[in-house]
């Protein structure tokens, strides 16, 4: 019999613990509720899917068990075994991040009537609500306000558009709000009604109903980063601010409880209405009493943490709590499910509910023994024809290469997923300036690009393209996301300052340690460890000095840069419009926003180049580390096995010391030495 057979939409609520010291008070129906009746109560999460409905990898066009819905699937019936009384939630980043989801949105758009395939999936869990988070804009308003079944009072979208089905579960999002009306672009929040079981101090069954409202959170820098599809559109406003604005209207409502879905992670800089992950700030807002987050892709609560965010001042990283509101965060891809588990006393007017018996975990798809949950086949079954369309779609041929282009080891100089991008990028970018815009025809154009895969979402998260024929799946998996070609004008002190938040991505090192040292800095993510690959730039990074002081004998053509000279640097929409927070960046200094997104630039390359070669194509490297003897192994981790892989790349510094690191996710251990 089938595992997991479709799940009914449950009415049974799950609710959290509140803010501050002493029991959480919760308003119930005294006339039906006996003092003395206890409950126990979950919310479970879901967050960042990136349209990973299946476990399927379709840039290797292979199975792959570390993640999908399918999977997450299992988590959810075994937590709503476990709790029958529950609330299932999205926190966003679910319509966008795979081929299957660009082919749904750009090569055979669903019809109106149609749902994507990550709806469908996530209907047929009985998902009770959904946050909306940064990734929902990048197919543009259109196509959201049709999947979504909006009605959008906003430019762009025709007034007499259709109606469409969107799912059954309620979407909530209270801080973008369209500038033609002034109002929200969604339902700033919704209040959801629930039965929960009780029993009552003689130990027979009761209910009690109590109102949840839920309110959602977008990161504000959705203007700059879907910029062409938001500007003049819609705005958005702070997280803080727009809380503090909706949450008493909710409680005069009726909302027993606030559960906030934000699409953010935890930040503790200075506040700004900008600020990208402002969840430090939220947890404080007065009535907030549970935080659903996203977006920065991890695991939250883990106790064995090493993240900084995770380990600031208010933050308890193996409770779950942030200035002792319960928080959870289901890492992304269906890899986790977040859940919270309340255990609740009714003393004849409120529910009380025991601090010291509330868990919150970040449930794992992947067993102890390093095997899988097994998926629920209904999922599969349900989106069966748009997953064979897709594999189709995908296998369209590009071009050839006569190298494997992988980021196994991209962190410690193979540039043989990096290379590629890069000349795609500089090559559009030199000829739409030399044929648009004549005023910087005379500067230089180099270009940045970054590994998207370093194994941060486990060990299957790496670029790894075969040689042999190229098809639309290797270009997806070199270039993964939807971002659009801009370019910016820098200056040479500029460019160092990019350079040196690049090397961020490392660890600083001391040359006199005799224990193993950690190479990689996983608080900085491998997307933001941008690199030039050309002749024209060279520069070294000295892991050994603080941050920000690491770029050394950085040069233009055999010539030191100097702080004045002038460049045109290639990247995407998001760098060029603060992502990452690289300094100077902010969308002021875009002199080309092309029209064209920049996996379509790498497509048309590839088809241009047609016969790629290493010597070519891959094996141009701008950077080296500053030599230095370390007195200890420098480690860092990757898949297993990988060793020639480095070789190929001229990388003979690098060593495999284990084939297992014994973290017991299936990595191995390896050493690069900072002397060669």
Known sequence: MPLLPPFPRLRLLSTILLAGAGNLAVAANPAATPAGAQATMALLETTDLHANVLGYDYYKLKPEPALGLERTATLIRQARAQYPNNLLLDNGDALQGTALSDYQAKVAPVQCGQLPAIYKAMDLLGVDGAGIGNHEFNYGLPYLNQVTGSAFDVDGVPADAPRCAGPKFP??????????????????????????????????????????????????????????????????????????????????????LIVALSHGGIDGAPYTPAMENANYYLAQVPGVDALLIGHSHLPFPLATSTVAQFNLPGVDKARGTVHGVPTVMASLWGKHLGVIALHMTYDGQRWNIDKTRTTVEARSTRNADGTYVDADPAVAQLVAAEHEATIRYVQTPVGNSDFRMSSYFADVGDVSAVQLVNQAQTDYVHNYVQANLPQYAALPVLSMASPFKTGAAGVGDYTDVKPGALALNNAADLYLYPNELHAVKVDGAGLKAWLEKSAERFNRIDPAATAPQELINTGSAGYNFDMPTTTDISYQIDVTRPVGQRIVALNWQGAPVTPGQQFLVATNNYRASGGGNFPGLDGSQTVVAAPDSSRDVLIAFIRKTRNLTRAANGATRSWRFAPVQVAGPVVFHAAPGMI?????AGLTGVTELQSDDGSGKGFALYAVDLAQ
């Open 171 to 256: 979407i909530v999002l209270a801080n973008v709000v369209s500038t033609r009306s002034g109002k929200p672009l969604f339902a700033p929040y919704s209040i959801l009604t629930r039965q929960i079981a009780a029993t009552g101090p003689d130990g027979k069954p009761v209910n009690a109903t109590i109102k949840v409202g839920i309110i959602g959170f977008a990161p504000p820098e959705i203007l700059a980063w879907d910029k062409r599809w938001l500007d003049g559109k819609v705005t958005a406003e702070g997280v803080r601010e727009t809380a503090q604005k909706f949450i008493p209207i909710m409680r005069a409502q009726g909302a027993d």
């Open 644 to 648: 020639a892989l480095a070789g190929e």
